[in-house]
C-alpha cells in the first residue's frame, strides 16, 4: 500500500474546461480483443524499448440507471484510437527488463503528470515541468515524456502524480503489468504458472458524481463531504461489468470484467489469473463466490500463497490470485445430487430473469417458469463477485449494482448441443429418429440409400437407360449405382430420369437386367441440424460416431470390415448461398472438416468416431437471418471402389458440436 493525499481539510475550488465537443467513441481494443479478459494496448516495440502515447483528455461515462458522468482520464494516442476518450485508461502490458516510455500530452485545463509507483528504479521524465510528486505537462496542449526499466514482474497502476485527490477521482488512472522474462503464461516464477486465455484484470474505484459535477461546472466542493454513488470495476458498474469487452452498448468503457473458467479437467488444467487493483480512496472488501482463490502476489511482490475467501484490497494496493475450479463431484443426472432440488414451480426469478438454465447440473438446461428470460447459454454456471460493504453493490444507492461482477463456469469442453433436426438428402429413412443422434448408445439413426426401377428391360450393351425416378441421386458429378450384380457409373443426365452410364463397372461385368429391376445407390447422404447456437460462438468442434453395415435390412447391424464405405463430414458455409448452398448433397456449400482426422475415412461395421476443429472464426458455420443459430453437419457415405461394391446401410449413433459460447 502506499500513502494517499485524497482528503483535504478545506473547501477546494475545482475548475474544469467544459467540453466543447462530445469525444468519439473510443475503439480502444486490438481487432483480435478476446471478448473477455484483460486485453493490452499494443504500443510500440523497437528493439528493447516499449513505447506508449497518452493523452490526458475529457469525456463521460454512462451508468447502468441511465446517468451519464463528467470524467478525466487517458487515452491511447496511437490509431486507430487517435486519442478518442476511454475509462479507464489503456492498460500498459511489459515485458521485465525492457525500457517502459510513456509519453503523455495534456488537454486538460491545468497542469497533471503521471506516476508509477512500485518500479525498482527511477523513472525520468524529459520535458515539462517539475511538480510536488512528478514531472506536470502544462494544461491544454504541454507534453512529457517519462521513461523508466520494468524490473520486478507483477501487477501495478499508473496514475496522476498530480493534485491526487482531485485527479484520480477524476479517473486518471489505468493498469501496468510487467510479465516476467520467464514467458506470458507466468504471472511471476515457476510456481505462478496459468493459462494465458483466461487472464483477468479487475480495477475498482469508486465516483462521487457531485466532485465530477462541480469539476465540469468550475464550481467549488469540499473534499471532506465525499459521498460516493458510483463503485466501479474496469469502468463499469454492474450489471455492465458483465458485458463483452469493447460493446457497442459502453463505447467509451471498453473493459468487461466477467471471469470464466472451466472446471480443472484435461487438457484445461492451468489455473487463471485474476490480477486486482484498488485504485480508489477507500479499502474494499472484495468476496468471490463459488471458490477459494489463491494469492501469490501483493503489490508486485510474490507472497507465501494462501488460500482466501475474501480479501479487503486496500487503497493502492494490487493483488494476484490464481483460480481452479475443481468439479470435485461430478454431478448429472446419471449422478444425481442425494438431495431432490426445488421444481421449477417453487422457484421465484425477480423481474422473470435469470442466469440459472433451469438445471442444477452443469452443463444441461432444464425447464423455467413461462415467461421466465433466461440469459444462460447452455448450462454453465454463475456465482457473483462483490464487495461486501454492501452499500457499494448498488447504483446510487439502488441494489443490485455497483461493484459486483460474475465468475462464469463453462462446461468442461465448452458448450454442447446435439441435433434437433434431420434431412435425409441423398437417401431413404430405414429406422430411427433424431432422438437417437443425442446419446451414444445402442439406438441409431439409419439411413438407407436410395432407389428406383427401370421402367423397360436393360440390354448389355445399353449405354442410356432411363429410370422411373432420380429424386434422391446427385444431380451433378460421377456416381456408381448397382442393379442385380452390375455396378454401372452414371456420367450423364444427372438429375433427370434419363442418365448416361458406364457399364460393368468397378469388378462387374455388364448384364442384361428385366423390366422393373432395382437400380440402388452406392452412397448416402444425410445432415443434422443444430439451433440457437449464439453468434460470436469460437472452438467449434464436431463429433460423429457412426457405423456402415452390410445389408439395408433387418434389425442388427450386418458385419462389413472388407472393401467398406468411405465416409465424408461436412459443415455447411452459410456465406455460399443461405440455407440453398446447402440444400441438396452436391450443394457448393458444403465444406469438407479438415485434418485431422483425414477424410475420406473408411467406416464399416464397427462404429467409428471422430472430432474434428473447425477453424476460427466459426462465423461462416452459424446461420444468420432466417437461419440464425443454425449448424449443419453433412454425413457422405459411398463404396465406389472395386471389387463389385453392393448396397450398405448407414447407422448414425452420435452427433454433436461443441463450441465456446460468447
Not at 47 to 66: K, Q
Request: aromatic fraction near 8%; proline fraction near 8%.
Amino acid at each position: 500500500m502506499r500513502p494517499r493525499a485524497r482528503h483535504a481539510a478545506a473547501v477546494a475550488a475545482l475548475a474544469a474546461a467544459l467540453v466543447t465537443a462530445a469525444p468519439s467513441p473510443a475503439l480502444a481494443l486490438p481487432p483480435d480483443a478476446p471478448k473477455t479478459g484483460m486485453v493490452c494496448t499494443p504500443g510500440t516495440v523497437v528493439g528493447s524499448t516499449h513505447t506508449f502515447n497518452l493523452v490526458a483528455r475529457t469525456g463521460y461515462i454512462d451508468t447502468p440507471d441511465g446517468n451519464s458522468v463528467f470524467m478525466w482520464s487517458y487515452a491511447n494516442a496511437d490509431a486507430p484510437d487517435n486519442g478518442a476518450f476511454q475509462s479507464p485508461g489503456p492498460v500498459l502490458c511489459a515485458t521485465q527488463g525492457q525500457t517502459v516510455v510513456v509519453n503523455l500530452t495534456n488537454t486538460l485545463p491545468e497542469a497533471s503528470g503521471l506516476v508509477f509507483p512500485g518500479q525498482d528504479g527511477a523513472v525520468t521524465a524529459t520535458g515539462g515541468t517539475p511538480g510536488l510528486l512528478t514531472t506536470e505537462a502544462a494544461p491544454t496542449s504541454g507534453t512529457v515524456s517519462y521513461s523508466f526499466v520494468a524490473g520486478s514482474p507483477g501487477t501495478y497502476l499508473y496514475e496522476s502524480g498530480s493534485d491526487v485527490a482531485k485527479q484520480v477521482e477524476m479517473g486518471l488512472f489505468g493498469a501496468l503489468i510487467v510479465r516476467p522474462s520467464l514467458g506470458a503464461g507466468f504471472a511471476y516464477g515457476a510456481s505462478t504458472a496459468f493459462d494465458p486465455g483466461r487472464e483477468y484484470l479487475l480495477l475498482l474505484n469508486e465516483i462521487d458524481p457531485d466532485l465530477h459535477h462541480a469539476v465540469e461546472t468550475a464550481g467549488t466542493y469540499d473534499l471532506n463531504a465525499q459521498r460516493d454513488r458510483y463503485f466501479a470495476i474496469n469502468g463499469r458498474e454492474f450489471p455492465d461489468t458483465v458485458q463483452d469487452n469493447g460493446t457497442a452498448l459502453l463505447p467509451r468503457q471498453p473493459y468487461g470484467s466477467l471471469v470464466r473458467i472451466r472446471p480443472n479437467t484435461s487438457p484445461s488444467t492451468l489455473p487463471a489469473l485474476v490480477r486486482m487493483i484498488n485504485v480508489g480512496l477507500l479499502n474494499h472488501p472484495f468476496h468471490p463466490h463459488g471458490n477459494h482463490t489463491t494469492q501469490i502476489a501483493q503489490d508486485g511482490r510474490p507472497v507465501v500463497a494462501t488460500e482466501h475467501f475474501g480479501e479487503t484490497i486496500g487503497s493502492g494496493q494490487t493483488e494476484d490470485f490464481l483460480l481452479r475450479w475443481d468439479d470435485a463431484d461430478g454431478w448429472s443426472p446419471t449422478n444425481a445430487f442425494p438431495v431432490t432440488p426445488p421444481n421449477y414451480r417453487n422457484v421465484f426469478f425477480k423481474d422473470g430473469n435469470t442466469y440459472y438454465s433451469g438445471s442444477p447440473y452443469l452443463g444441461y438446461s432444464g425447464t423455467l417458469p413461462t415467461g421466465t428470460v433466461s440469459q444462460n447459454v447452455c448450462g454453465e454456471w454463475y456465482f457473483p463477485w462483490h464487495s461486501h460493504a454492501l452499500n457499494e453493490f448498488t447504483n446510487f444507492d439502488q441494489g443490485f449494482g455497483g461493484m459486483g461482477t460474475l465468475l462464469r463456469v463453462d462446461p468442461s469442453g465448452g458448450c454442447t448441443a446435439y441435433p434437433t433436426s434431420t434431412s435425409i438428402v441423398g437417401g431413404t429413412l430405414k429406422t430411427g429418429t433424431v432422438t437417437a443422434l443425442g446419446v451414444d448408445d445402442t439406438s441409431y439413426y439409419q439411413v438407407n440409400p436410395r432407389t428406383t426401377t427401370r421402367p423397360t428391360a436393360t440390354t448389355a450393351g445399353a449405354t442410356t437407360i432411363t429410370v422411373a425416378s432420380a429424386a434422391g441421386f446427385p444431380t451433378t458429378g460421377t456416381y456408381a449405382v448397382r442393379i442385380d450384380n452390375e455396378v454401372l457409373l452414371v456420367t450423364g443426365g444427372q438429375g433427370t430420369t434419363t442418365w448416361t452410364v458406364a457399364r460393368g463397372q468397378l469388378g462387374t461385368s455388364a448384364a442384361t437386367h428385366l423390366s422393373g429391376a432395382t437400380i440402388t445407390a452406392l452412397a448416402d447422404d444425410w445432415y443434422g441440424g443444430f439451433t440457437s447456437v449464439p453468434a460470436g460462438s469460437q472452438n467449434l468442434k464436431v463429433t460423429y460416431k457412426g457405423a456402415d453395415c452390410a445389408t439395408t435390412t433387418g434389425t442388427t447391424c450386418a458385419t462389413l470390415t472388407t472393401n467398406v464405405p468411405q465416409q465424408t463430414v461436412k459443415i455447411c458455409d452459410w456465406t455460399v448461398g443461405g440455407a440453398a448452398g446447402c440444400a441438396t448433397a452436391t450443394s457448393a456449400g458444403w465444406v469438407t472438416l479438415p485434418a485431422p482426422p483425414a477424410q475420406p475415412q473408411g467406416v464399416g461395421s464397427a462404429d467409428v468416431s471422430s472430432t474434428w476443429t473447425v477453424p476460427n472464426p466459426a462465423t461462416a458455420y452459424i446461420g444468420t437471418g432466417a437461419n440464425t443459430g443454425q449448424i449443419r453437419v453433412l454425413v457422405h457415405s459411398q463404396r465406389f471402389t472395386a471389387p463389385s461394391p453392393t448396397p450398405f446401410s448407414t447407422w448414425g449413433n452420435l452427433l454433436k458440436i461443441t463450441y465456446d459460447a460468447p
